[in-house]
């Protein structure tokens, strides 16, 4: 009983301590993805939308996790977009169509 206690607390810890990473490198990502689309990063931060164990193309298991995240333009309307990750590695990144402003024509 005492194994399996500390196999679960091991198991929730090490779970913790890789989600905050991976969430670390999706911030840092939906930051440089907004900085390049030249809009605003709202509140610099991003949240789990999915989260799934799969398997990478080496046959390993990994958690695939989609992290949601929100810019803007002009202050105004808010835009969404998306990162999907397979271990700590960016596969797909989307953001929402959005008005361009005279600022970004400049």
Do not use: K, N
Not at 17 to 33: M, V
Not at 68 to 91: A, K
């Amino acid at each position: 009983m005492e194994w399996f206690l500390l196999l679960v607390l091991f198991a929730f810890s090490w779970f913790w301590w890789d989600s905050s990473g991976t969430r670390e490198i999706a911030i840092r990502q939906g930051r440089q993805l907004c900085q390049q689309a030249g809009v605003i990063f709202l509140d610099e931060t991003v949240a789990v939308q999915q989260l799934r164990l799969r398997r990478q193309s080496s046959g390993s298991l990994v958690f695939y996790r989609r992290y949601g995240f929100e810019f803007c333009t002009d202050g105004e309307h808010r835009y969404s977009g998306y990162m999907d990750m397979l271990g700590r590695s960016i596969q797909h990144s989307y953001m929402d169509a959005y008005r361009v402003t005279e600022d970004h024509l400049q």
